[in-house]
């Protein structure tokens, strides 16, 4: 009777707790929507930045076209002319297939929003389904408790906040949410062995791996967890089956990748032998799942999504071989493991013994054979199987040194430490918390939430922009901190009044409840752990005991204290600090609000003042939103992956007028666009930026010598700067006719005066400059229609000035 | 009964107007309305087979004095002239609103410029010609003077009338006549830059030649100008079309030398008559579009088998690519027959280069293969031949990459996979039915 009492208030208490949790949730996600709505109001419904703007632009246009052609349309003029742009193999189909999914539903709901709205508030909705994502992954590891309070750091947590405010439309707005969940159902997978899960996994993997190229870190981070239970000694058939599907997946698509390239090259020349033989050893692996995959996706093609060398992908597309290597080889070991218990439990010991020998000593040289060609696979690609990018995550320098058009975005460099307390605030503190929390009790689950924290801190030192990577995990383990450090508080502030043994029942059942759940989701191979468990609960808490009732009561008013502050943080990074649309721009100074809305007004003129043909030139920042606003072609973009065509627009850049319109010229080019803040103060401009130029176009055209345009080391601009300086083209077109502005040409980015103020264009002229200056747009001149002879007009009408006329040594330029 | 005059004329305003208003255009590329503009009212007569010449062809001619006030080129904004020629050495300044900007404004709007100097030629024909590409002597009393290749005279004179034979090379600028008698010339020489490509001697003095003040004394140092450095004739074609003739003699166009006989010193070929007619005429042909202007229409390609044209292509694709050419005759279009046609296949630079055939009736045609390249192509025909008006096409065309599904779906070196593959697939299939249905 009592048992079944205790056990309907059980289910009470859990219907109301699931009632609660679920009305917790929903407003966390309410609060995550809401709290990236800044911006809107802020400003306006648009999208943010420079990227965004091309995934609008493709999300646009594909929207017009079927689904099936993404993978094959191919922007012809528009972007990156004259090169032309794959957009099916250069980009991550998640985010436009999501979105433009999205509208779709939305419309046929008769719920007519426009494109852009779609793109403006996918990464609000997608951030609230991280926050989802969050709780269940976290109450996998550590129960409801930490998951409510994870789910509600995350939705807040300012790294996050920072790519996916309303208007930021980018890979990062869908892909966090991804990663998440992969997450969670690889764990919900190894938690419950159940192979349904197991398939969901993969197809949550297989999103992530069309939205975002940090699939990479997802899937060089579950081997490694897997090789960690592995080596101690937690294999079990759940892990087996929580990560064999994957793998198989990841190696399916990778197999398909390599050979559908290696068909292509098959195709016009035979491929080697060698290289057959190669593909035949590693074919061989992908198996029924691949297939199923095949089937599973439509003919987005793998092409599309794995050739990808996308710029903002920073992960990026690490090398394949590399991936397949580590994959396949804890794949192996993870076949070996499980055959070894296989054999073990139909064996007696003493055959086991003998049969171990035996393949031990075959295995080794299978092993060696399989290891030889591996290596011999990877050290056969050109860079050892590894990319730039990759090689800059273990080499945090490397990209600086040899690579300058990764250095030179700034979301590459390594982060400095007050952007981890800007970007992860309180956290920061929590997350040690949170380990220690993870090891008592240690299980497959939390282990792989302490490897996720580990990783994540390293890769966000090596690239600022890898916060991202690190936020979600310090979330969880500052989740898991701080509901443990409730839970403790608070059973011992109850204590505190309550009678000893009614506390102790009630916490037992609590316990039991909890062991009763686990053994009944988890196998029966979880009996010793049964054991352990509550003697180490009841450890636990007679060691808390002897904390006093004041002091807790303390401690949780300073543990809401931090998290007080914490939401203040969050509030104000989210309002200030986050939610600019860097396309308009706000500053505040004595007489009020100035709004800078030059970049709208420079891309308006381009639209309605030039031809539908004409070619603009700018520095590879302006490419996309050029595309998609003023809708005209331009010569680079964002996408950087033909590094020869941005050196070439560089190389133009730091050259004089002359060569400058030579190289524009050879480009079509019509206009040239700069941005230019030396009026407003408007620090990222193209003077600022301007080194890079010169070391990128150095890096391919070497006549291009960045310590021309140095003086002494130093980069300046006043009239200590050198003579190439002052002559190229980006000073130029910069501070042409600056100093009528306020007669003596003082730069309030630099804070100096201009070394050369009086000088005037010859081969290209002014069309547009906007109202704060911080646009100007250029026209190449036509050449003459005559070439002028040698003798210099007179101006004098005598006849006596004719004999004076004489220039004979004058260097003709045909262009004056 | 006043009503329907007024609108009578008014139509007739209109209808006038388009005659007005059309001046050159790349259809009908024959100037039609020439302002002369003279030193002296006397040229009229004293030229008048030049002015007749050109009169029986079909222009209108506007003789102006150089210092009339109401000398205009321009009204409204409108060109009033298809054609000017200046053949005033001496004037400073020219009444009215006309001054050197508006010269080469008028030249720089497509139209065509005859400028004549001469001995005593003042700053503004000089400023004229130099913003030409033509470098007058600086020397204000220096004329041509050649003892060796001079006109043979009755009196000895001083050698400035020389006899000229040394013509540009070309069909198209002198006509398909060749000229056989030398051309009278007496005047100033002017030097070109070699490095300008838009000037061309029309008639070059004779190695012996040399520019100096014939009055004076022979200084010891070398003249200005000397030997076939000097131009004594060129022809400009600017960018955009327009083209000019700059002559350093004003009378090498006069009735006078058009009719005079001619001997060149220490030759004993005696013409009755010289070349001057011939010459400036064929040459003023060339000046006003009568020669020489091409014009290119119908740039068409396709794939080979269809007629439609594309929006793009995709790599490897055949395709055909074909232009039409005609030349203006001075009264109609003619097909224009070349064999050195060519179209580049461009991207930054030609990825196919190929000569066009032609079948005679202006049509250019050739097929080639896209190469394997994909991005934003171009179709560019750039033809410069000496003497024509310079052809620039360029099409845009995007040629992109193959789709998916363009590929060869079976290709027999990738066999064993595919063996692989569907082996697997039937053993799991066969194990599984084994496995669970043979227990």
């Known amino acids: 009777m009592a048992t079944q009492e205790t056990s309907q208030s059980a289910t009470f208490r859990h219907a109301f707790g699931n009632v609660l949790s679920f009305a917790v949730l929903l407003l966390i996600g309410v609060m995550a929507f809401s709290i990236r709505l800044f911006s809107v109001i802020k400003y306006e419904s648009v999208i943010h930045e420079f990227d965004p703007y091309f995934n609008y632009r493709v999300t646009q246009v594909r929207l017009v076209f079927v689904y099936g052609i993404f993978a094959n349309s191919f922007l012809r003029d528009q972007f990156v002319y004259p090169l032309g742009r794959v ?18 539903i939305l419309n046929s709901m008769n719920i007519p929003l426009s494109v852009e709205t779609v793109c403006v508030f996918t990464a609000p909705v997608f951030s609230a389904f991280a926050s989802l994502a969050t709780y269940l992954l976290t109450k996998e590891i550590k129960g409801a408790g930490a998951g409510l ?22 890979n990062e707005a869908v892909a966090i949410f991804a990663l998440i969940f992969t997450f969670y159902l690889y ?48 294999y079990s058939p759940r892990l087996y089956i929580a990560y064999a599907p994957l793998s198989l997946n990841v190696v399916s698509i990778r197999m398909l ?13 035979a491929s080697s032998l060698i290289s057959e033989v190669k593909l035949g050893i590693v074919r061989v692996v992908m198996v029924v799942l691949g297939t199923l995959l095949a089937a599973l996706v439509p003919v987005v093609g793998f092409n599309a999504v794995m050739t990808s060398e996308h710029f903002a992908s920073f992960l990026g597309h690490a090398a394949n071989l590399q991936m397949s290597f580590s994959n396949s080889v804890v794949f192996i070991i993870i076949h070996v493991v499980a055959l070894v218990y296989y054999i073990k439990g139909i064996l007696s010991p003493q055959m086991f013994k003998v049969a171990v020998t035996l393949v031990v000593s075959v295995g080794m040289v299978v092993c060696f054979a399989v290891l030889a060609v591996l290596i011999a696979l990877v050290a056969s690609s050109p860079t050892k199987g590894w990319s730039g990018r990759s090689l800059s995550l273990l080499d945090p320098t490397y990209a600086s040194k040899y690579i300058p058009i990764i250095a030179s975005v700034s979301e590459h460099q390594p982060p ?13 503190f929590l997350v040690p918390a949170g380990i220690i929390a993870c090891f008592f009790p240690l299980s497959d689950a939390s282990s792989f939430a302490v490897l996720y924290i580990v990783t994540s801190v390293y890769f966000s030192g090596v690239m600022v922009r890898l916060m991202l990577v690190l936020a979600p995990a310090a979330c969880i383990m500052s989740g898991i901190a701080l509901s443990e450090a409730f839970d403790a508080e608070n059973f011992l502030i109850k204590a505190g009044d309550t009678t000893k043994v009614t506390q102790n029942d009630v916490k037992h059942e609590k316990s039991e409840d909890t062991i009763k759940e686990r053994s009944s989701r988890k196998s029966k191979k979880k009996d010793k752990e049964n054991i352990e468990r509550p003697s180490l609960v009841s450890q636990v808490e007679k060691r808390l005991l002897v904390l006093p009732l004041e002091t807790s009561v303390i401690a949780v008013f300073l543990l809401v204290l931090l998290g007080a502050f914490y939401v203040v943080h969050c509030v104000w990074a989210a309002a200030e600090a986050y ?31 030039t031809e539908v043909d004409d070619k603009v030139a700018s520095w590879w920042d302006y490419g996309y ?90 980069y300046r601009i006043d009239s200590q700067a050198t003579p190439t300086m002052l002559n190229c083209l980006m000073y130029k077109l910069s501070y042409f006719r600056f100093v009528e502005t306020d007669g003596r040409g003082f730069d309030r980015v630099r804070n100096t005066e201009i070394g050369k103020k009086h000088f005037k264009l010859t081969h290209f002229e002014e069309v547009f400059t906007t109202h704060h200056w911080m646009v100007r747009i250029y026209k190449l001149k036509s050449p003459r229609n005559r070439i002028r002879g040698k003798t210099k007009k007179s101006k004098s009408k005598s006849g006596t000035s004719t004999s004076s006329k004489r220039s004979g040594t004058r260097k003709k330029n045909p262009w004056q | 009964m006043a009503a329907p005059k007024v609108a009578f004329l008014l139509l007739n305003l209109i209808s006038i107007l388009p005659l007005l208003v059309s001046s050159f255009s790349p259809d009908r590329p024959t100037d039609r309305r020439i302002l002369v503009v003279l030193d002296d009212l006397s040229l009229k007569s004293s030229h008048s087979l030049f002015f007749s010449s050109l009169k029986s062809r079909g222009f209108d001619l506007d003789f102006k004095l150089a210092d009339d006030p109401a000398i205009a080129v321009k009204r409204y904004g409108q060109y009033m002239y298809d054609g000017l020629i200046l053949l005033s050495p001496s004037t400073e300044r020219f009444g009215g609103s006309l001054d050197v900007e508006g010269v080469l404004d008028f030249v720089d709007s497509g139209h065509d410029l005859i400028v004549s100097a001469d001995a005593n030629a003042s700053d503004l024909i000089r400023n004229i010609a130099a913003e030409c590409g033509v470098d007058f002597d600086e020397d204000p009393s220096a004329v041509i003077v050649d003892h060796s290749s001079y006109a043979v005279s009755e009196t000895e004179g001083d050698h400035t009338l020389i006899a000229a034979d040394d013509f540009i090379q070309s069909d198209v600028i002198l006509g398909n006549k060749k000229i056989e008698a030398t051309v009278l010339f007496k005047g100033i020489g002017h030097s070109l830059n070699p490095a300008n490509s838009m000037v061309l001697k029309a008639l070059s003095a004779s190695p012996s030649s040399y520019s100096t003040n014939p009055s004076s004394k022979l200084s010891s140092q070398p003249p200005s100008l000397y030997g076939t450095a000097i131009s004594l004739v060129s022809v400009v074609q600017a960018r955009n079309a327009a083209r000019i003739m700059i002559s350093g003699s004003l009378d090498m166009f006069s009735n006078r030398l058009f009719r005079a006989g001619v001997q060149k010193s220490g030759s004993l070929n005696k013409y009755e008559k010289s070349g001057n007619e011939q010459f400036i005429t064929e040459l003023s042909k060339w000046i006003f579009h009568e020669r020489g202007h091409l014009k290119a229409v119908n740039l068409r390609h396709n794939k080979v088998g269809e007629s439609e044209e594309p929006s793009m292509y995709r790599i490897n694709d055949d395709l055909e690519f074909s232009v039409e050419i005609f030349e203006w005759s001075g009264s109609s279009w003619v097909p224009h027959v070349s064999k050195d046609v060519q179209v580049q296949f461009y991207m930054m630079s030609p ?31 750039e033809y410069q031949k000496l003497g024509y008006t310079s052809l620039s096409l360029s099409k845009q065309i995007p040629v992109r990459p193959f789709k998916h599904n363009e590929y060869e779906r079976f290709i027999t070196t990738a066999f064993p996979y595919y063996g692989a593959s569907f082996s697997m697939m039937a053993g799991f299939f066969i194990f599984s039915g084994v496995y669970l249905y043979n227990k």
């Open chain 1, 579 to 609: 939610s600019a649309p860097s396309i308009v721009l706000t500053s505040r100074s004595h007489d009020g609000l100035h709004v800078f809305d030059d970049f709208r007004e420079a891309y308006a003129w381009l639209s309605h003042n």
């Open chain 2, 351 to 381: 990825y196919v280069l190929k000569t066009l055939s032609t079948n005679g009736k202006g049509l250019y045609h050739t097929s080639f293969k896209v190469p394997d390249v994909y991005g934003v192509f171009q179709f560019k025909v």
């Open chain 1, 187 to 234: 764990i919900k997978t190894l938690n419950t062995g159940s192979l349904f899960y197991a398939t969901l996994n993969a197809i949550a993997y297989f999103y992530m791996v069309c939205s975002w190229g940090g699939y990479t870190f997802i899937i060089n981070l579950i081997p490694m967890h897997v090789l960690l239970c592995i080596v101690t000694g937690r």
């Open chain 1, 416 to 428: 400095t430490w007050p952007s981890y307390f800007m970007d992860i605030n309180v956290l920061a």
């Open chain 1, 257 to 269: 990748n390599i050979t559908f390239r290696r068909e292509k090259a098959a195709s016009s020349q």
């Open chain 1, 87 to 104: 957009i099916g193999g250069t980009v991550y189909p998640g985010l436009t297939l999501t979105a433009g999914t999205l509208w779709r």
């Open chain 1, 625 to 714: 939103q050029t595309t998609a606003m003023a809708n005209r072609t331009v010569i680079v973009d964002n996408n950087t992956w033909n590094n020869t065509h941005i050196a070439t627009v560089g190389t133009a850049m730091s050259s004089p007028e002359k060569a400058a319109w030579d190289i524009f010229n050879s480009l079509d080019v019509k206009y040239v666009l700069v941005v230019f803040g030396g009026l407003v103060g408007y620090p990222s401009d193209d003077i600022n930026k301007f080194l890079w130029m010169v070391r990128i176009g150095g890096g391919v055209f070497p006549h291009i010598k960045e310590p021309d345009y140095l003086r002494d080391g130093q």
């Open chain 1, 149 to 170: 309070t994870a789910a509600a750091l995350l939705a807040m947590v300012p790294s996050y906040i920072s790519r996916s405010v309303a208007g930021s439309y980018d």
